[in-house]
């Protein structure tokens, strides 16, 4: 399973991004889906995660400024990023957690290569 993340860039204080992250390969189904954020000199924490129905949870931080949405025809999850703030700055990695066999009930974590998201003041 591969996760291909893109959508990242640099941009002012206020400015918007969208971030889009496509699975691919052996796929039986995909439980949560998110996004989860490191900043410089800091750990990775959790942005926000979309269940399979449609349940989604996010970091403080975030809230009323960032929608996670996901297509799950298309197994993608998507990172709506409004009203950016400098302190969102950093390396924004996507997570889905795949069932890869039908003689499995696990789902194991999968991550993308990170994506960079700059905004300046």
């Known amino acids: 399973v591969q996760l291909q993340a893109s959508g990242g860039g640099s941009v002012q204080a206020g400015d918007s991004l969208r971030l889009s992250c496509a699975a691919s390969?052996?796929?039986?189904?995909?439980?949560?889906m998110g996004w989860y954020g490191q900043a410089p000199g800091k750990e990775r924490d959790l942005v926000a995660v979309?269940?399979?129905?449609?349940?989604?949870n996010y970091a403080d931080s975030v809230k009323g400024r960032f929608t996670v949405s996901r297509d799950n025809a298309k197994n993608t999850v998507y990172l709506q990023m409004n009203s950016l703030k400098p302190e969102d700055t950093g390396v924004y990695y996507c997570?889905?957690?795949?069932?890869?066999?039908?003689?499995?009930?696990?789902?194991?974590?999968?991550w993308g290569q990170g994506t960079q998201v700059t905004v300046s003041s």
């Open positions: 979309i269940t399979s129905g449609g349940s989604t």
């Open positions: 390969g052996t796929i039986v189904s995909v439980n949560d």
């Open positions: 997570n889905a957690q795949v069932r890869t066999s039908l003689f499995s009930v696990r789902w194991p974590d999968y």
